[in-house]
């Protein structure tokens, strides 16, 4: 594929792969943006109808909980063992035998997600007063109401993994903004029937989920797939699920200090005093709507590649797929990580200031972005770097590498949260992801085929390039920026914050552009000439 798009273009190898990455994630990434975009107006709604109350604190910590479980049942067993075992068997091109692991693997994934809603649904008295919150009794009641959102999610991961792997990615892009929208909706729709609009938002999680999986099955029955249930003890038998366990064995050692992580991080934020949890949350919902304009899609296209090259024994196509996407990745997140940091409370007081949302959660809020956001790049690569190791069936490494980092976070998580409260916790969460890029490229040294020294000069020299880059453009912003606040003061909210931005954005994204164009670069030229092929 990238042989027929060299020769097409002219264009060099890595400026190749730059553009059939592109192509084959564009409406992906497009997807991604959106459901971003959406997650991010639920925190807007969120922040207008709770701010950073102790109600806000609850519906944050009930959210959080079934979705730690994740990892283990939907996101991480079918990144990490599913799609790579699926492909094995569709390079195979045997049916039946395809037919007997779906089946095996449904009803597995069944029996376990099944079994752990029920047990976490009665442990949750148990669990939740480790978190110090005022509204406990309320945190419990909607923690019950939304933990079976992990079965249904669990579900839709199934059903995506199907579609990735045939490489139809669309379906699963509008599944999570389905489920954004649907909570933006209940949220005010089931207000006046509820006792507060916490547990209405609860409710839009359930409904969501379910709507999650069922817009995604019509595409897998375009497919052929008849997906039935078969006997636990077949289920357990099966040789492709046994792959499946092998595989994702070294995950529950992995989800179980992620679950740590994840609880000592937000006990310390709740010990830090009311409103802390939900300013973090809030900063990381706009981290995550910047990860969803590539990283995410990039990620997402790239493990099926990368599987399939392995299988393949391809490798150098898979180390040009790799560097790219790496290279992608830098040219996104670095101008991003410069202009959010000078940008960070105007942002803010944009999107979400508002009623409940007031100068003390905007304060809150921007501490624990400015440290959120230094740790994109990072984030980002990690994204990439995981998938590397599931397309090779090696889930030992990513997972080892999640362990190390995991005890870094919760270690400069307590060390910090004193000093800096909500900013020592987003801090720790930045210097724990830089400690997890470097383990996993470590870990990836282990495979003499894997170019990893390559990969690594070609990203330091880019993201210093981009960081150049981006320092030029926000010049004429240090200038630009208080005038626009001047004069605009006073005349509302989207007239004061929203048209600053977009005029401050619209600069630095012009010069930006400019200055690679400049410099002829390769990433920027091929993304512009797979865009414009679009058009």
Same mark, same amino acid.
């Given at each position: 594929m990238a042989d027929d798009i060299n020769s097409e273009t002219g264009s060099s190898p890595k400026a190749g792969q730059a553009s059939s990455l592109v192509r084959q994630g564009s409406v992906l990434s497009l997807l991604t943006l959106g459901s971003r975009i959406a997650g991010l107006v639920r925190e807007m709604v969120k922040a207008s109808l709770l701010g950073t109350t102790a109600l806000s604190d609850a519906f944050t910590v009930a959210f959080m909980i079934p979705n730690l479980f994740r990892r283990l049942f939907a996101e991480g067993s079918i990144a990490v063992a599913f799609i790579p075992t699926f492909k094995g068997y569709l390079i195979e091109d045997d049916k039946e035998k395809t037919k007997e692991f779906l089946s095996s693997f449904i009803t597995l994934l069944t029996f376990l997600v099944t079994l752990a809603v029920v047990i976490g649904i009665g442990a949750t008295p148990l669990l939740v007063p480790i978190f110090s919150l005022k509204e406990l009794n309320e945190t419990i009641l909607l923690t019950q109401i939304m933990f079976p959102f992990l079965a249904l999610i669990s579900f839709a991961a199934f059903l995506q993994g199907i579609l990735n792997s045939h490489g139809i990615f669309s379906p699963s892009g509008v599944a999570p903004i389905v489920l954004n929208i649907v909570i933006i909706i209940c949220s005010y729709a089931l207000s006046p029937f509820v006792k507060n609009p916490a547990r209405a938002m609860a409710w839009g999680v359930i409904i969501g989920g379910m709507l999650q999986a069922l817009v995604q099955w019509p595409a897998v029955y375009r497919l052929g797939y008849r997906i039935q249930f078969t006997g636990l003890k077949k289920a357990f038998t099966n040789p492709g699920t046994r792959t499946v366990l092998r595989l994702i064995g070294p995950t529950i050692v992995g989800m179980a200090a992620y679950q740590l992580n994840d609880l000592v991080s937000t006990a310390l934020a709740g010990k830090a005093g009311p409103g802390v949890v939900s300013s973090l949350q809030y900063s990381l919902r706009l981290q995550e709507l910047f990860l969803g304009i590539f990283a995410v899609s990039i990620g997402t296209v790239l493990l099926p590649d990368l599987a399939g090259y392995t299988k393949k024994g391809q490798w150098d196509e898979y180390n040009r797929r790799l560097i790219t996407a790496m290279d992608i990745i830098a040219l996104i997140t670095i101008p991003v990580t410069v202009f959010s940091l000078y940008q960070g409370e105007l942002i803010i007081r944009f999107l979400f200031q508002a009623n409940s949302f007031n100068e003390e959660s905007v304060a809150l809020t921007k501490t624990a972005f400015a440290y959120h956001i230094v740790g994109l790049f990072f984030i980002a690569i990690n994204r990439i770097l995981a998938p590397a190791f599931y397309a090779q069936s090696d889930s030992k490494s990513p997972t080892l590498a999640g362990i190390l980092s995991f005890l870094v976070?919760?270690?400069? *998580?307590?060390?910090? #949260?004193? =000093?800096?409260?909500?900013?020592?916790?987003?801090? *720790?969460?930045?210097?724990?992801?830089?400690?997890?890029?470097?383990?996993?490229?470590?870990?990836?040294?282990?495979? =003499?085929?894997? *170019? #990893?020294?390559?990969? #690594?000069?070609?990203?330091?020299?880019?993201?210093?390039?981009? *960081?150049?880059?981006?320092v030029l453009a926000l010049l004429p912003l240090l200038w630009l920026s208080p005038l626009l606040l001047t004069l605009m003061h006073g005349r509302g909210r989207l007239m004061s914050y929203g048209l600053p931005l977009v005029l401050n954005g619209l600069v630095f994204g012009l010069i930006g552009i400019a200055l690679l164009v400049c410099t002829k670069d390769k990433q920027a030229l091929a993304i512009g000439k797979s865009l414009k092929r679009r058009l």
């Amino acid at each position: 594929m990238a042989d027929d798009i060299n020769s097409e273009t002219g264009s060099s190898p890595k400026a190749g792969q730059a553009s059939s990455l592109v192509r084959q994630g564009s409406v992906l990434s497009l997807l991604t943006l959106g459901s971003r975009i959406a997650g991010l107006v639920r925190e807007m709604v969120k922040a207008s109808l709770l701010g950073t109350t102790a109600l806000s604190d609850a519906f944050t910590v009930a959210f959080m909980i079934p979705n730690l479980f994740r990892r283990l049942f939907a996101e991480g067993s079918i990144a990490v063992a599913f799609i790579p075992t699926f492909k094995g068997y569709l390079i195979e091109d045997d049916k039946e035998k395809t037919k007997e692991f779906l089946s095996s693997f449904i009803t597995l994934l069944t029996f376990l997600v099944t079994l752990a809603v029920v047990i976490g649904i009665g442990a949750t008295p148990l669990l939740v007063p480790i978190f110090s919150l005022k509204e406990l009794n309320e945190t419990i009641l909607l923690t019950q109401i939304m933990f079976p959102f992990l079965a249904l999610i669990s579900f839709a991961a199934f059903l995506q993994g199907i579609l990735n792997s045939h490489g139809i990615f669309s379906p699963s892009g509008v599944a999570p903004i389905v489920l954004n929208i649907v909570i933006i909706i209940c949220s005010y729709a089931l207000s006046p029937f509820v006792k507060n609009p916490a547990r209405a938002m609860a409710w839009g999680v359930i409904i969501g989920g379910m709507l999650q999986a069922l817009v995604q099955w019509p595409a897998v029955y375009r497919l052929g797939y008849r997906i039935q249930f078969t006997g636990l003890k077949k289920a357990f038998t099966n040789p492709g699920t046994r792959t499946v366990l092998r595989l994702i064995g070294p995950t529950i050692v992995g989800m179980a200090a992620y679950q740590l992580n994840d609880l000592v991080s937000t006990a310390l934020a709740g010990k830090a005093g009311p409103g802390v949890v939900s300013s973090l949350q809030y900063s990381l919902r706009l981290q995550e709507l910047f990860l969803g304009i590539f990283a995410v899609s990039i990620g997402t296209v790239l493990l099926p590649d990368l599987a399939g090259y392995t299988k393949k024994g391809q490798w150098d196509e898979y180390n040009r797929r790799l560097i790219t996407a790496m290279d992608i990745i830098a040219l996104i997140t670095i101008p991003v990580t410069v202009f959010s940091l000078y940008q960070g409370e105007l942002i803010i007081r944009f999107l979400f200031q508002a009623n409940s949302f007031n100068e003390e959660s905007v304060a809150l809020t921007k501490t624990a972005f400015a440290y959120h956001i230094v740790g994109l790049f990072f984030i980002a690569i990690n994204r990439i770097l995981a998938p590397a190791f599931y397309a090779q069936s090696d889930s030992k490494s990513p997972t080892l590498a999640g362990i190390l980092s995991f005890l870094v976070n919760m270690l400069l *998580a307590a060390l910090l #949260v004193g =000093p800096m409260k909500g900013g020592g916790v987003a801090l *720790a969460l930045t210097l724990a992801s830089m400690v997890n890029t470097v383990f996993l490229l470590l870990f990836l040294r282990k495979n =003499p085929q894997v *170019a #990893v020294g390559r990969a #690594v000069a070609s990203a330091l020299g880019y993201t210093t390039k981009l *960081a150049v880059f981006s320092v030029l453009a926000l010049l004429p912003l240090l200038w630009l920026s208080p005038l626009l606040l001047t004069l605009m003061h006073g005349r509302g909210r989207l007239m004061s914050y929203g048209l600053p931005l977009v005029l401050n954005g619209l600069v630095f994204g012009l010069i930006g552009i400019a200055l690679l164009v400049c410099t002829k670069d390769k990433q920027a030229l091929a993304i512009g000439k797979s865009l414009k092929r679009r058009l």
